[in-house]
């Protein structure tokens, strides 16, 4: 089973309670420091110190590192998208994911027909 490399996206998605997304908080998925660092931003304007420690906690065995090189390559494939509105940190998941075989999970539309890439719409509450 491929790694599943998850975005802000996803994680926002876990933390709403999308039942879409509940399976993938195991060993078989990652995320990578810097998208973290932006999901716990997210947390902590939103939902305060107390509920960013907690996801912190209970996600930081899920967090890699990501070297120079996969910096620069996110650099680049943003400006190579710079039309779609990638974010750096989307771009940071999303290299990771191709160069170290993992599949990028996300729900954001800029990613829809990218390749190494599951696609989950975004959860409605009829669903």
Known sequence: MAL???DTYALMEIY???S???DYLNSSS???GETFAEFYGVLLREHGNDEAEFWYKKTKFLVKNVSFEILIEAIKFK???RKG????FDAVGYIYSVKNNCTFVTGDKEFENLKEVEFIKK???ND
């Open 30 to 32: 990652i995320i990578t």
């Open 79 to 81: 400006y190579e998208h």
């Open 85 to 88: 509105g990638i974010s750096f």
């Open 4 to 6: 599943k490399c998850l």
């Open 123 to 125: 959860w409605l509450k």
């Open 20 to 22: 879409k997304f509940a």
């Open 16 to 18: 709403n309670g999308n």
